[in-house]
């Protein structure tokens, strides 16, 4: 049964920064590829980063393109979501998230992604 889980979250000011953590079990981590979302209170989820099983190829949103950096460590089944200069905005609950198929071209679509984490929650002050 693969499992995600998130940690990393907490309240910062704005400007700071935080590094989110998901580490997965439950099959070949270094077979997938993995995506980071988030979910403010009312809104959609919406696509933040994902990166590719090889850690090759990544991509961002508009909003996190140059202040978030997505890495995985293949070794230690984890991806990680480096957040710099943060802003009240990015406040919500951050996801990541898992293709089902192995070797899967990264997607933005969260529908594109079968398993989840609980979510870790990022409160930017301003």
């Known amino acids: 049964q693969v499992q995600l889980v998130e940690s990393g979250g907490g309240l910062v000011q704005a400007g700071g920064s935080l590094r989110l953590s998901c580490t997965a079990s439950?099959?070949?981590?270094?077979?997938?590829?993995m995506g980071w979302f988030r979910q403010a209170p009312g809104k959609e989820r919406e696509f933040v980063a994902h990166?590719?099983?090889?850690?090759?190829?990544?991509n961002y949103s508009d909003s996190a393109k140059g202040r978030f950096t997505i890495s995985r460590d293949n070794a230690k089944n984890t991806v990680y979501l480096q957040m710099n200069s943060l802003k009240p905005e990015d406040t919500a609950v951050y996801y990541c998230?898992?293709?089902?198929?192995?070797?899967?071209?990264?997607?933005?679509?969260?529908?594109?992604?079968?398993?989840w984490g609980q979510g870790t929650q990022v409160t930017v002050s301003s």
């Open positions: 990166i590719s099983w090889t850690g090759n190829t990544t």
């Open positions: 439950g099959r070949t981590f270094s077979m997938y590829t």
């Open positions: 998230a898992q293709r089902g198929l192995p070797y899967s071209i990264p997607d933005s679509r969260p529908s594109s992604y079968r398993y």
